[in-house]
């Protein structure tokens, strides 16, 4: 088995924010509206005023803290199992950046160190109003029926640190979005996500980590939806000329399944050309800065430093933090190093 490099780990994550920050710029512009503002062509990169990174990019460095203290807690304590619970306050400490009281969350660890993490940046209706319910939902037990993208967008993460199974990213990926999102839709697109990075990362191409997380998906109840939408948008890829008119045949990205496939058709149609690939991921007039995270990680995870320009490389918002989080699960998660007090004290366990 292949031992994922760092630099993809990196890359998932901070090419994630890159397209986030992208798309973030315009999000909730219909494109009509990016062409007179942009031109013909629209965004054409990244503006120095379009550089915030927005909750998605929050999101992911939460769901990766849940990872690095859960394993942090299992190897300190001997305590495993303990993800779940882990997840839902990571989550609760995320909802406290985002002016809610911090309840029962621990209120330790690196992130909320962090101010500049303390800024709401359009966070999504179904994520703060499932976490300040204060119950988590479960694939078992969904807490609503919405299939908004805020599950998948954050799931990246749990990719990278199930890298050697991807059967167990896609059940944890699920799992991560389920917490906020209980409609399949919502959960099973987070869940192929997972599984896409975990096979991509370990080295293999687009076309094989596709089979193994369709495989993955089909044994799924209620998969339909969201297979139907990955097939679109492969049969897209393949024909006519890209364009945001072609994406937005794909969906607006408001839903789960809508956003990992619109992410998709835009590594498919420029696989080995990053700043197309982000550039045609956040161009249309939905959810840009979920469409372009998620190509971001997707690409990231495929090509490692290739994925980010060079001139946009650190410059966009949580570049070092982002950079941090991604070393760390690299750390702990491949080269299986132990917690040195330093990290314990980023990641706490208790």
């Known amino acids: 088995m292949n031992l994922p490099s760092r630099d993809r780990f990196e890359a998932c994550l901070l090419a994630g924010a890159v397209g986030d920050a992208l798309g973030y710029l315009i999000e909730f512009d219909k494109l009509e509206r990016i062409r007179q503002q942009f031109g013909p062509a629209g965004l054409d990169d990244l503006r120095p005023e379009g550089t915030a990174a927005s909750d998605d990019t929050q999101m992911t460095l939460f769901t990766a803290e849940a990872l690095l203290r859960a394993l942090n807690r299992e190897l300190e304590k001997g305590i495993p199992g303990a993800l779940p619970d882990i997840l839902h306050h990571s989550y609760l400490r995320w909802l406290h950046t985002q002016g809610h009281p911090l309840g029962a969350a621990p209120g330790s660890g690196l992130l909320l160190q962090r101010p500049e993490l303390f800024h ?3 966070p999504g209706n179904t994520c703060v109003s499932a976490l300040a319910s204060g119950t988590a939902g479960t694939v078992a037990m969904p807490i609503n029926n919405s299939k908004g993208c805020g599950g998948v967008m ?3 993460p749990v990719g990278l640190a199930f890298w050697r199974d991807a059967r167990l990213a896609f059940d944890w990926g699920a799992k991560a979005a389920a917490i906020t999102h209980g409609h399949p839709s919502g959960y099973l697109s987070a ?15 687009l076309e ?11 044994e799924r109840e209620k998969h339909e939806e969201t297979l139907h939408a990955l097939e679109k948008a492969r049969l897209l890829a393949r024909t006519g000329e890209p364009s945001p008119e072609q994406i937005e045949q794909v969906g607006q990205g ?6 990992l496939a619109m992410a998709l058709y835009s590594v498919l149609r420029f696989p080995d050309d990053p700043r197309a690939c982000l550039l045609l991921a956040v161009n249309h007039g939905g959810d840009s800065d979920s469409t372009g995270a998620i190509a971001g990680n997707i690409l990231g995870a495929m090509l490692g430093d ?3 320009p060079a001139d946009w490389r650190g410059k966009v918002d949580l570049w070092d933090i982002t950079q941090t989080v991604a070393q760390d699960l690299h750390t702990h998660f491949v080269a299986h190093r132990p917690f040195d007090p330093e990290a314990a004290r980023r990641w706490p366990g208790g």
């Open 208 to 218: 094989q980590a596709q089979a193994v997380a369709d495989a993955l998906l089909r």
């Open 306 to 308: 290739r994925a980010i």
């Open 254 to 259: 408001w839903v789960g399944e809508e956003a």
């Open 191 to 205: 869940g192929y996500l997972a599984a896409l990075v975990a096979e991509l990362v370990r080295g293999r191409s």
């Open 120 to 122: 709401r940046r359009a």
């Open 154 to 156: 954050r799931a990246a």
